[in-house]
Structure formats: structure tokens, C-alpha cells
């Protein structure tokens, strides 16, 4: 029940577990071993509800290994994941992304053999009735600029608007968090000007947070609002990207020579 006392915390900060509430996500003590190796060491990670934060670090840093144990698609060898309020550590993945974390790989994964409507009609049938299918699919195919392909087989789509088929899937899901692989991987130039202010749009007017692991620092630049650098599986700096890149120790590891 509602209260008018000052004194009652409805929504508190921090539950009885430690997790802290004003964060859609944040992992404690994360950690992956991969025998003698670990790929991710004892993560403390936070990221709150319409922040887009990168990741970034050099071959082999552990981003991909940290997304994986977001997704649930790797268990972890030791600590927590909080989502929402809630442990999800031990949860499956598809249970995940029923909670509203989504997940898109840097290769389009779309079905090539079907057509755009066709391919939306996946996620969208497991959040809406049949009869809003259709107005639910021109709605996410005039916002990601595929209309005209409605009727098109997905396999003849340019690798630009499968990316943006793919994101417009994700979003069909109503994602909390979406955890993005190299988004503007293989693209165009102007491709790339497009899928950063899909994302830009996601975060600041759905209010979904994204992690996106990025090598091109300079699409980093354009679009996030704070990035994490990881370094032999443990966050070697965090802030704005200005002061990351003026960072000459993140120079040193990760940007090389030719920045
Ligand atoms: N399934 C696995 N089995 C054994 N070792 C693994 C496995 N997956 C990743 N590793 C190792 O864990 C470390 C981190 O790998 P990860 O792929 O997470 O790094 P990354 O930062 O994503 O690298 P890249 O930028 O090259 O994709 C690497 O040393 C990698 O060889």
C-alpha cells in the first residue's frame, strides 16, 4: 500500500541481499575459470536503466567470456548477477530473456529462408495477441527503416538492415538490457551512422541500458555515455569516454600505436 511517510523507503536502494536497486544489473565477484585460466576475474559491474556502456579492452580481455555469463549462456565458477532486484546467477538463459534481456551476437542471426514480417513474428508471439501482430510489425518496421521489405526474404536484405532487422527482433521483446557482440562489425560507414542512432534512440527514449563490446573507438565515441575497459578479466578503468582515451595507460594496453 502506498504511504505518505518520508520515513517508509518503498523502493530501497539496496534489498536485503546487498544488490543495489537503482541498477537494472550488477554482478559481484563474477568470476570464469576455464581450467588454470580465468577468463573473467571477480567482476564488480553495475550499469543503470537508459545508460549505453561499452566494453572494451584487447584480444582476449574477457568481453565476450562477461556478456556470455549475462546471458547465461556460461555459468560462472563464482559470484553473483542482480537484475532487476532479483539473483538471476543460476537462471537459464531463456528465462533471461523472458525477463527482458536480450542478446545480439555480432554475426546477424536472423532466418534467411523467411521473411522480414516473418522473422518479427518470432518474438513478437511470445509478447503479443495474433491480431496486434500486424500493427505491432509495421510499428517496429517503419522505426528501423524496413518497411518497403515487409515482404522480403530476410537473405536478400543488405548486412546493414539485417543488423537492424535483428535489433528491431530484440526490441520486439520489450528488453530491460540488451547486451550487444560488435553491432557495427563488416558495415558501411553510413550503416554504422545508423545503427549508433538506433542505439542512441534505444537507450535515451525506451530507457533500455546496452553493453556493447566495440573495438572502433571512435563508434564508441559517438555513442556511449561511459565505458568499462577490461584487461586480463578484470575492469582496468571505467568513466566517460574522454578521459579514456585520454587514459595513457588504456593507451598503452589497448588503443596501440595508431591512436
Ligand atoms: N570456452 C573456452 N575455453 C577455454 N578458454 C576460453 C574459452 N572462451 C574464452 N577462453 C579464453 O578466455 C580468455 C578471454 O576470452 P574472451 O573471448 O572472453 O576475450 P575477448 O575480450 O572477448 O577477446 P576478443 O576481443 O578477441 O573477442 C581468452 O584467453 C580465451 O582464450
Keep these: 500500500m502506498a504511504t505518505s511517510d518520508p520515513s517508509v523507503k518503498t523502493t530501497p536502494a539496496v534489498d536485503e541481499t546487498g544488490a543495489d536497486s537503482s541498477r537494472i544489473l550488477q554482478t ?3 568470476r570464469k575459470e576455464f581450467g588454470g585460466l580465468t577468463a573473467t576475474d571477480d567482476v564488480d559491474f ?3 536503466a537508459g545508460e549505453l556502456r561499452c566494453l572494451i579492452g584487447p584480444n582476449g580481455a574477457g568481453k565476450s567470456t562477461f556478456l556470455n555469463l549475462l546471458t547465461g549462456q556460461l555459468d560462472p565458477t563464482a559470484g553473483e548477477i542482480y537484475y532487476n532486484g532479483a539473483d538471476i546467477t543460476g537462471l537459464p538463459s531463456h528465462e533471461r530473456v523472458g525477463r527482458g534481456i ?3 551476437f555480432q554475426v546477424p542471426s536472423v532466418y534467411e529462408g523467411l521473411t522480414v ?3 518479427l513474428r518470432i518474438p513478437l508471439q511470445q509478447v503479443v495477441e495474433p ?11 517503419e522505426r528501423f527503416d524496413l518497411l518497403e521489405q515487409w515482404g522480403t526474404v530476410a537473405g ?3 548486412h546493414g538492415q539485417q543488423q537492424r532487422l535483428e535489433i528491431g527482433m530484440a526490441m520486439a521483446m520489450e528488453p530491460k538490457l540488451m547486451l550487444l557482440d560488435e553491432p557495427v562489425a563488416g558495415l558501411s560507414i553510413e550503416e554504422t551512422a545508423d545503427i549508433a542512432e538506433l542505439l542512441r534512440e534505444i537507450a535515451d527514449d525506451d530507457g533500455v541500458a546496452l553493453i556493447v563490446i ?4 571512435d563508434f564508441v565515441e559517438t555513442i556511449a555515455d561511459r565505458v568499462t575497459v577490461l584487461d586480463g578479466g578484470s575492469i582496468f578503468r571505467e568513466g566517460p569516454i574522454e578521459e579514456i582515451k585520454a587514459d595513457p595507460e588504456v593507451k598503452r594496453i589497448y588503443l596501440g600505436e595508431d591512436h
Design 28 to 30: 559481484r565477484g563474477l
Design 46 to 48: 553495475a550499469i543503470e
Design 102 to 104: 536480450s542478446m545480439k
Design 117 to 119: 514480417a516473418q522473422n
Design 131 to 141: 491480431d496486434a501482430f500486424d500493427a505491432r510489425t509495421r510499428e517496429i518496421l
Design 156 to 158: 536478400e536484405l543488405s
Design 214 to 217: 566495440e573495438h572502433d573507438i
